[in-house]
């Protein structure tokens, strides 16, 4: 497959400092589209709260999802972030899932005590109407060319060769000391989507280190149909193929596991399920499906080239593994809520 070169920036706002990212506007259609499933499920009774109120959950969610990703990702990932001013600059990206896990849990539970309903309800709620967030925002991630996979044969099903791999940033020249926006905009100019001048003109002379941009140089360098090809004295490609894990976790931690979560639901419509049961059956879904993905996920380099950060495990397998615990203890405390007749 063909890495598309789509631009990570949709449209800029003419004469502002202002861009519309695909990564933001994935985040804004999975709340825009768990605000109507909330609402829908309010006005079928499974979250018991006015259907007016159910927007207010949204409202509870943006602000753990943004806060508990952020920090969840400072803390996991990038220490960095915890400077509060680069803390505060969430455009540049940087909000782990696990994170953003752990503050929507609050969300919900300040929204549950408000309204005076269980935590488990609310948290059924929730991952019914989050998993099209996870696969929309997992599609930013691929378009963005970050978060992708482990090497891989070019014989594999669906690999592919992206232009942000290291390897194939060098072989077009790229200067390191870019930033991020001036980075994409040269890939742009690699897949022959905007001209040389014009990505000159936006990026300038020098690199962020002040040392002078060779623009003659790039004119040659800076083409991918002319670095995806080439190869070494064996053979093989020089940009390594890689699996799409992106797609994958897409697929899997939002389609797949939010079809299985939907079809529970309906089929017992009538009968309805223990509080908390589908917040359970997420829990160790995303847990398993993240588990098994992340073999094929390529490690974050500030781990090494294994990934591995505890007993064998890599972050996101040890994050994972914090999940299942989370769902045993949903479980005991159901059990204990209904011997207490709380519900």
Same mark, same amino acid.
């Given at each position: 497959?063909?890495?598309?070169?789509?631009?990570?920036?949709?449209?800029?706002?003419?004469?502002?400092?202002?861009?519309?990212?695909?990564?933001?506007?994935?985040?804004?259609?999975?709340?825009?589209?768990?605000?109507?499933?909330?609402?829908?499920?309010? !006005?079928?009774?499974?979250?018991?709260?006015?259907?007016?109120?159910?927007?207010?959950?949204?409202?509870?969610?943006?602000?753990?999802?943004?806060?508990?990703?952020?920090?969840?990702?400072?803390?996991?990932?990038?220490?960095?972030?915890?400077?509060?001013?680069?803390?505060?600059?969430?455009?540049?990206?940087?909000?782990?899932?696990?994170?953003?896990?752990?503050?929507?849990?609050?969300?919900?539970?300040?929204?549950?005590?408000?309204?005076?309903?269980?935590?488990?309800?609310?948290?059924?709620?929730?991952?019914?109407?989050?998993?099209?967030?996870?696969?929309?925002?997992?599609?930013?991630?691929?378009?963005?060319?970050?978060?992708?996979?482990?090497?891989?044969?070019?014989?594999?099903?669906?690999?592919? =060769?992206?232009?942000?791999?290291?390897?194939?940033?060098?072989?077009?020249?790229?200067?390191?000391?870019?930033?991020?926006?001036?980075?994409?905009?040269?890939?742009?100019?690699?897949?022959?989507? !905007?001209?040389?001048?014009?990505? =000159?003109?936006?990026?300038?002379?020098?690199?962020?280190?002040?040392?002078?941009?060779?623009?003659?140089?790039?004119?040659?360098?800076?083409?991918?149909? !002319?670095?995806?090809?080439?190869?070494?004295?064996?053979?093989?490609?020089?940009?390594?193929?890689?699996?799409?894990?992106?797609?994958?976790?897409?697929?899997?931690?939002? %389609?797949?596991?939010?079809?299985? %979560?939907?079809?529970?639901?309906?089929?017992?419509?009538?009968?309805?399920?223990?509080?908390?049961?589908?917040?359970?059956?997420?829990?160790?879904?995303?847990?398993?499906?993240?588990?098994?993905?992340?073999?094929?996920?390529?490690?974050?380099? =500030?781990?090494?080239?294994?990934?591995?950060?505890?007993?064998?495990?890599?972050?996101?397998?040890?994050?994972?593994?914090?999940?299942?615990?989370?769902?045993?203890?949903?479980?005991?405390?159901?059990?204990?809520?209904?011997?207490?007749?709380?519900?």
């Amino acid at each position: 497959m063909d890495f598309p070169g789509w631009d990570p920036v949709l449209f800029e706002i003419p004469g502002l400092p202002i861009a519309i990212r695909w990564y933001g506007l994935m985040y804004i259609v999975g709340f825009v589209v768990g605000q109507h499933l909330l609402v829908r499920l309010a !006005r079928a009774g499974t979250l018991r709260v006015p259907p007016a109120a159910a927007p207010d959950l949204v409202f509870y969610c943006i602000f753990g999802v943004m806060l508990g990703g952020r920090t969840g990702y400072a803390l996991f990932y990038d220490h960095s972030l915890l400077h509060p001013l680069e803390f505060l600059q969430v455009w540049r990206g940087g909000l782990a899932f696990h994170g953003g896990l752990a503050g929507v849990a609050v969300a919900a539970w300040l929204f549950a005590k408000k309204h005076r309903i269980t935590w488990r309800e609310v948290g059924d709620a929730c991952v019914l109407a989050g998993t099209p967030g996870v696969l929309a925002v997992r599609c930013a991630n691929f378009i963005n060319g970050e978060l992708y996979g482990r090497i891989t044969a070019a014989s594999t099903p669906f690999a592919m =060769q992206f232009p942000t791999d290291p390897v194939a940033l060098r072989l077009l020249g790229v200067p390191g000391a870019l930033g991020m926006r001036e980075r994409e905009l040269m890939l742009q100019a690699a897949f022959g989507k !905007r001209s040389l001048a014009e990505v =000159q003109a936006q990026v300038g002379p020098v690199d962020a280190d002040g040392r002078a941009i060779d623009w003659a140089g790039l004119k040659e360098q800076l083409d991918w149909n !002319r670095v995806k090809g080439l190869v070494d004295a064996s053979g093989h490609e020089l940009v390594p193929f890689r699996h799409p894990s992106q797609i994958y976790e897409g697929l899997g931690e939002g %389609l797949v596991l939010g079809c299985l %979560l939907w079809v529970l639901h309906r089929l017992r419509r009538n009968r309805p399920l223990p509080k908390g049961t589908l917040l359970v059956v997420f829990l160790l879904g995303y847990a398993g499906i993240r588990w098994s993905l992340e073999r094929v996920r390529q490690p974050d380099a =500030q781990f090494g080239p294994t990934g591995e950060v505890f007993l064998g495990m890599t972050m996101g397998q040890t994050l994972s593994s914090a999940m299942v615990v989370g769902a045993l203890a949903v479980v005991v405390w159901s059990k204990v809520a209904g011997k207490a007749g709380r519900g």
